[in-house]
T-cell receptor, first 119, second 113 residues
């Protein structure tokens, strides 16, 4: 594909419902990140997948948040029992993560994001 | 854990004025990247710096990596309305490609025409 894609682009849900957000990274990219960005704020790291390694979940704000990456490609971020404070844009990014390359060049390519609104 | 701070958080400048954002890491970095996010858009990669004291230029943008590899700066000369957006730095500690990239807090630039 041409780049990182995310779906849906917009999601409106009611408080207490579960939502699933999808990310399709660039083919061949081994690293995949999820970030959350509230209006006018910076990037809040959520989770990082790298190849077959155990994901870095240190940024997940609560146990209502989980993510998986199947077959080293597509990733799904799930938010259970959504709350109004979960409203934000959820961004996915992928990178080639060239192991051992001097200088460690890992440009991240971001998807367009999913705007989540919890009513 | 590693922290990357940027100052200022916001900057308003008249069109034609210069702009600088500073990035400071709590730990020594192996490399640092810069991204730009236009309003309503997603972050887009601008450049990567690797060497101590490295300076790179892209037209009106000048990027610098500090001698101690703990800080970096982005300077824009004679700002234009197209420069509006939020600028993020992002760093890695090690040279290994599989290490997580840590983003700075960002500097939002607005231009007064």
């Amino acid at each position: 594909g041409a780049g990182v894609s995310q779906s849906p682009s917009n999601k409106v849900t009611e408080k207490g419902k579960d939502v699933e957000l999808r990310c399709d990274p660039i083919s061949g990219h081994t690293a995949l990140y999820w970030y959350r960005q509230s209006l006018g704020q910076g990037l809040e790291f959520l989770i990082y997948f790298q190849g077959n390694s155990a994901p870095d979940k240190s940024g997940l704000p609560s146990d209502r948040f989980s993510a998986e990456r199947t077959g080293g490609s597509v990733s799904t971020l799930t938010i259970q029992r959504t709350q109004q404070e979960d409203s934000a844009v959820y961004l996915c990014a992928s990178s080639l993560a060239q192991l051992g390359l001097a200088g460690g060049f890992n440009e991240q390519f971001f998807g367009p994001g999913t705007r989540l609104t919890v009513l | 854990g590693q922290q990357v701070m940027q100052i200022p958080q916001y900057q308003h400048v008249q069109e034609g004025e210069d702009f600088t954002t500073y990035c400071n890491s709590s730990t020594t970095l192996s490399n640092i990247q810069w991204y730009k996010q236009r309003p309503g858009g997603h972050p887009v990669f601008l450049i990567q710096l690797v060497k101590s004291g490295e300076v790179k230029k892209q037209k009106r943008l000048t990027f610098q990596f500090g001698e101690a590899k703990k800080n970096s700066s982005l300077h824009i000369t004679a700002t234009q309305t197209t420069d509006v957006g939020t600028y993020f730095c992002a760093g890695q500690i090690s040279n290994f490609g599989n290490e997580k990239l840590t983003f700075g807090t960002g500097t939002r630039l607005t231009i007064i025409p």
